[in-house]
């Protein structure tokens, strides 16, 4: 008889966990308490346009390739990842526009346009993030603890990739406006956190991002956690939809999850539910003042017709970035002029949309719900007027009048639907004291055979990094702990 895994959680690291595991020979089985699998990597299908709820760039394409080549099979039969001639378009509050491309020489000329000069600083940026990158890689396939920070190979790497300096910081070596740096640290976002804030190790977002560049999957990003289910149900793991786990207990080395009247047993268990959550309500135990992600606010709208004069991605800056910071993190308050984020994926592909329609998908970054000092909600008619007159003024059109279907997703909707904490939408913040060896780790330090994946534990969020974390967990279970 196999042994049998329970994982927790059909998010994207859940499902890489359960393809491994399942390629691996265990018996796995799968328990999400949504009627379908992607988690934070979400499907909402209306009146034939298909949005996808969550992450929109694909980026260190490898990490993909790598769990299918683990499992013996080829992406290229599970997704279509294709590059972006144009990565993404940055609106600063001027007025004034910085495209980056896929072409680094056109990169270069845009940079130009905003920093004379700094297109020959560009190299060497591109430089020490890569050689930041290169030593970061490795790590992001390893779990390492406290004790790990009393070997000396660590502690010089802690300095080799700029551990102490912020990712801003690092920026600022290279770039005199402020404009520059903020294009070049903003990926921070990405993962909840303020450039400010951010270690300079995460410049290696940056520079996947402009060395290996931006993907899209085709037909939609919820093809990925598709391709991961089939890969997972392709080596026999079972899938239980709708079934919220209640609580986790062990006894005589099994364990057993409530799901309402049903108990499973399972000899290993993977737990991808947001960590915090986990550790509170699964397991009855208490956690750490934990800093937490920045929320967002989202909207979704299917438009009657095209926009003009957008790309695929696109950044809106706030007038002020750093009053538009300190209000998400510090001040924790409804920003008075927001930075938000624009996605048209259908610019690249049309599938998503009835034909001769358009997505518009809008992320705007707003405190997390632990100590907020506003109600978002008092704020939102302002906020949803700001970003409509950016984008109307952008596009010369009235957005308002081009919108057939509307949906809204709020701070709280990410606790209420996937059990994430204050609304965290990237889970734990990713300053440094919550990085690397202070990181929740991916096995339990008290019950044996339980482990974690997912973006509250290490080596962190994003959809590349959730699935290497899954390689972490599977060699561990393999390793027999
Ligand atoms: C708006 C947004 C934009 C993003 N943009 C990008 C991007 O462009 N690129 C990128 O790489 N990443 C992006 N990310 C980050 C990325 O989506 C996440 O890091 C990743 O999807 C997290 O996956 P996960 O495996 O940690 O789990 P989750 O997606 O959180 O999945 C956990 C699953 O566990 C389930 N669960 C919780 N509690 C229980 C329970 N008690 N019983 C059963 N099931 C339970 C939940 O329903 C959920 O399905 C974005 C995220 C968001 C939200």
Known sequence: MPERVAVLG???????AASRLAKDGYQVDVYEKLPACGGRNNLICEAGFKFDTGPSFVMMPDFFEEIFSYCGQDIKDYLDLR???KSYKIVYADGRQFTVHRDSRLTLGEMEKIEPGSSARFE????????????????????????DLFNPAYLSLAGRIRAFDSYWKLARKYFKSRELCYAFTFEAMFMGVSPYRAPAFYSVITYADHAQKIFHSMGGMYRIPLALEKLASRFGANFHYGCEVEKIEKE??????SCGNERFKADYLVVNADYPYTQTDLLDRRIPDFEYSCSTYLVYLGLKRKLEGLEHHNLFFSGDLDKN???????????????????LPTVTDPSLAPEGKEIVYLLIPVPNLKNPQHRFKDHESRIRKQVFDKINKSCGCDLAKLVEVERRFYPEDFTGRYNIKFGA??????????????????????LRNLYYVGASTQPG?????VIAGSRIVAEMIKRGG
């Open 10 to 16: 059909a998010g994207v690291g859940g499902l890489a």
């Open 83 to 85: 590059v972006l001639e």
């Open 124 to 147: 060497d940026f591109i430089l020490e993030t890569g050689r930041i990158y290169g030593l970061v890689r490795p790590l992001l396939y390893k779990c390492v603890t406290l004790k």
């Open 252 to 257: 005589n080395g099994k364990f057993t999850l």
């Open 325 to 343: 910071l300190d209000q998400i993190f510090k001040k924790k308050t409804v920003p008075e002029d927001p930075s938000f984020y624009v996605h």
């Open 425 to 446: 939408t990237f889970g734990l913040a990713h300053n440094l004291l919550q990085s690397a060896f202070f990181r929740p780790a991916n096995k339990d330090p008290k």
């Open 461 to 465: 969020g994003g959809l590349p990094v």
